[in-house]
């Protein structure tokens, strides 16, 4: 049952990392160079409907892996051992990734901005999200195979 959910968290953050990196290394540089972000919107409206899946996978067999490996919920936060910090980190990147997504839907389509501003904007969330999921990711490998000394 463990390697079933590390497979499906592993999954999710193939999904979710991979599609970032795409999105910020391709797709995006283009954009900006163009200063057209119809790619960059076309992209992102068919990639959120793998993502928003793949982060809820991530999001619901995080805690089943952290429960499998200590099933005492309370000593999963803070800093006092590996495990505890690293469920904290996580939490920590996912709350920072979370809330780029809210400001990202709710706060950036209601200001005033030029199309070029609104452009410089999404793009400084699409690298904020990338660089968090490849800290999840780095974290989450070194979860599983230690941290380097």
């Known amino acids: ?18 599609g970032h990196l795409v999105l910020a290394l391709a797709i995006l540089p283009r954009a900006l160079s163009t200063g057209d972000g119809g790619p960059l919107h076309a992209f992102d ?7 928003v899946p793949a982060l809820l ?13 200590r099933p005492d919920p309370a000593s999963w936060l803070g800093f006092s051992d590996a495990l505890s910090t690293h469920v904290t ?3 920590l990147l996912l709350l920072a990734t979370l809330g780029l997504a809210v400001d990202a839907r709710v706060r950036l ?4 901005l030029s199309a070029q501003a609104r452009l410089r904007s999404l793009a400084a969330h699409v690298i904020a999200v990338t660089l968090l999921a490849v800290a999840l990711v780095a974290v989450g490998v070194s979860a599983h195979v230690g941290s380097p000394a």
Not at 57 to 69: D, E, R
């Open 57 to 69: 996978v991530q999001i619901v067999t995080g805690p089943a892996l952290a429960w499998f490996a």
């Open 109 to 112: 389509p209601r200001r005033v």
């Open 1 to 18: 049952m463990t390697q079933l959910v590390l497979l499906l968290h592993v999954l999710g953050a193939c999904v979710w990392t991979g």
């Open 89 to 91: 980190l996580k939490l």
């Open 45 to 51: 409206d068919r990639f959120e409907k793998l993502a």
